[in-house]
T-cell receptor, first 119, second 112 residues
Framework: GAVVSQHPSWVICKSGTSVKIECRSLDFQATTMFWYRQFPKQSLMLMATSNEGSKATYEQGVEKDKFLINHASLTLSTLTVTSAHPEDSSFYIC???????????????FGPGTRLTVL | QKEVEQDPGPLSVPEGAIVSLNCTYSNSAFQYFMWYRQYSRKGPELLMYTYSSGNKEDGRFTAQVDKSSKYISLFIRDSQPSDSATYLCAMSEYQGAQKLVFGQGTRLTINP
């Protein structure tokens, strides 16, 4: 149980294009979903926190107009990297906190990540 | 100074050895401490969760938190090749897995 998937697992795009990454909780409803970015040999950095039906809360230094987050349902959140540039190349990981059950509100379950390469 | 410091390694030990992984932190408001294991090209999975200072044991894994020194540790006994992974410490001021701050991760290899 508590499986989170991401799609695509890797993507290569040209500079200036937009890329959408999906995050789904497969067997549970999520109260909150989180988006992280991980550069090589660096720690996961929280980008934003999103709740279904409301605007995402972005961390300081993260451009909300560049990283668009849509949390359409209790099982799906999307991150769109708009006008991507090579410096946006990174590993993007989402996580979700269950709405019910023993881990409700207390644990983040992580997706496998999406590797974005911008040429 | 980073909020959470973790030696990135790599750390290589023989099978059966006791492994000690550590993190230091600067924010005294952190109360919730976690250790995650991350295999290559996978998302992190939670290993241990500790609130405030003290020890917690789960099988071969022991987590220690010393808030006075702002220092946390993860010990792995009888290490196995399957324990080879990157281990990340994470901490938060808030209950409920909010706003986790991660260490850089330590890459661990257990040699058969």
């Amino acid at each position: 149980g508590a499986v989170v998937s991401q799609h695509p697992s890797w993507v290569i795009c040209k500079s200036g294009t937009s890329v959408k990454i999906e995050c789904r909780s497969l067997d549970f409803q999520a109260t909150t979903m989180f988006w992280y970015r991980q550069f090589p040999k660096q720690s996961l950095m929280l980008m934003a926190t999103s709740n279904e039906g409301s605007k995402a809360t972005y961390e300081q230094g993260v451009e909300k107009d560049k990283f668009l987050i849509n949390h359409a349902s209790l099982t799906l959140s999307t991150l769109t990297v708009t006008s991507a540039h090579p410096e946006d190349s990174s590993f993007y990981i989402c996580s979700a906190t269950p709405l019910r059950g023993p881990a409700a509100y207390n644990e983040q379950f992580f997706g496998p990540g999406t590797r974005l390469t911008v040429l | 100074q980073k909020e959470v410091e973790q030696d990135p390694g790599p750390l290589s030990v023989p099978e059966g050895a006791i492994v000690s992984l550590n993190c230091t932190y600067s924010n005294s408001a952190f109360q919730y401490f976690m250790w995650y294991r991350q295999y290559s090209r996978k998302g992190p999975e939670l290993l241990m969760y500790t609130y405030s200072s003290g020890n917690k044991e789960d099988g071969r894994f022991t987590a220690q938190v010393d808030k006075s020194s702002k220092y946390i540790s993860l010990f792995i006994r009888d290490s196995q090749p399957s324990d080879s992974a990157t281990y990340l410490c994470a901490m938060s001021e808030y209950q409920g897995a909010q706003k986790l701050v991660f260490g850089q991760g330590t890459r661990l290899t257990i040699n058969p």
